[in-house]
């Protein structure tokens, strides 16, 4: 009886091992549902938003730079700015709930794609999952671009192109058409991380990444964001605010408010690297000292 039981039990463990055996080496964790954004990391720039002038540690070249120089926060005044959604490229670094659902086949039951919808200006984003090629590089460009997924074990990882000329930070510096971007979407617990890469030939020297987090909300709603534009200050037809290149005297703001150089706002790839440090030492020695009050 004994021999019999043991037999048993050998038998049920050689089942449970092989249902084991046969499940994927990593499970496919989905990030369906509400998600609040986790403004800890980068607060000051995601949310009231970063400086006029501040360029530091990104990978810019002297084109953006230069452009970057020009730009006007009147801009936003304008009513085809005021109800402008964010790019694909920043949407995820704003504020406002996350919502991501799927679609699947009623057939097959196939996944279709991912649905994420941003509250802010109801940015809305498709993100296809069954395997269709990306348009021709001639198709529409769009805020949020054309993006397909596919999961890297339990990560999912998204590319995306056919972008508008956007923007990576609110103070100017622009994104061309030429921009892709890659993210991973990664589910730990209650806890999303989300990883972006992006590239453009035109204004960035590297990949610009960044990484954003969310929580889970349990019974999450959203409500509608409506927007309407409206004429917030009289202007002349055709006047667009911008400063002429070199004019921009609000770029000394940062010099006089940090008592740093000018050069250290003013980003390239080097100002990553932990190196930049001591050339940020030599720039500050260099600096004439501030007169003492008799």
């Known amino acids: 009886m004994k021999t019999m039981?043991?037999?048993?039990?050998?038998?049920?463990?050689?089942v449970v091992i092989s249902v084991l055996g046969a499940r994927p080496s990593s499970a496919q964790i989905t990030p369906l549902g509400y998600w609040n954004p986790i403004m800890d990391e980068d607060q000051h720039e995601r949310g009231p938003g970063p400086e006029?002038?501040?360029?530091?540690?990104?990978?810019?070249?002297?084109?953006t730079r230069?452009?970057?120089?020009?730009w006007d926060a009147s801009l936003l005044t304008l009513p085809e700015h005021q109800c402008q959604p964010h790019p694909s490229t920043y949407?995820?670094?704003?504020?406002?709930?996350?919502?991501?659902?799927?679609?699947?086949?009623?057939?097959?039951?196939?996944l279709v794609k991912y649905d994420t919808l941003i509250q802010w200006q109801q940015q809305h984003r498709e993100i296809w999952m069954d395997g269709r090629p990306h348009p021709p590089e001639y198709a529409r460009h769009t805020w949020q671009?054309?993006?397909?997924?596919?999961?890297d074990g339990d990560t999912l990882v998204?590319?995306?192109?056919?972008?508008?000329?956007?923007w990576i930070r609110r103070n100017g510096l622009a994104?061309?058409?030429?921009?892709?971007?890659?993210?991973?979407?990664?589910?730990?617990?209650?806890?999303?991380?989300?990883?972006?890469?992006?590239?453009?030939?035109?204004?960035?020297?590297?990949?610009?990444?960044?990484?954003?987090?969310?929580?889970?909300?349990?019974?999450?709603?959203?409500?509608?964001?409506?927007?309407?534009?409206?004429?917030?200050?009289?202007r002349k037809p055709g006047i667009v605010p911008n400063h002429l290149m070199g004019d921009n005297l609000f770029l000394q703001e940062l010099v006089e408010r940090y008592h740093l150089p000018f050069d250290v706002f003013r980003g390239g790839a080097e100002q990553a690297l932990p190196e930049y440090m001591e050339t940020a030492k030599a720039l500050i020695a260099k600096m004439p000292k501030p007169a003492t009050k008799k």
């Open 175 to 234: 994104l061309s058409d030429r921009a892709t971007m890659t993210e991973r979407f990664v589910v730990h617990g209650d806890l999303l991380t989300h990883v972006m890469m992006i590239e453009d030939p035109v204004y960035l020297t590297e990949p610009l990444v960044k990484t954003n987090g969310f929580q889970f909300v349990p019974n999450g709603t959203m409500q509608p964001y409506p927007c309407r534009s409206v004429s917030e200050v009289d």
């Open 5 to 14: 039981l043991r037999v048993v039990k050998c038998a049920g463990l050689l």
């Open 145 to 151: 671009g054309f993006s397909t997924g596919k999961f």
């Open 158 to 166: 998204v590319s995306t192109d056919h972008l508008r000329p956007t």
């Open 66 to 70: 230069l452009r970057a120089d020009t």
């Open 52 to 63: 006029v002038g501040d360029y530091s540690g990104l990978p810019i070249n002297a084109a």
């Open 91 to 110: 949407g995820f670094r704003g504020v406002g709930i996350l919502r991501v659902w799927e679609t699947r086949d009623p057939e097959t039951q196939q």
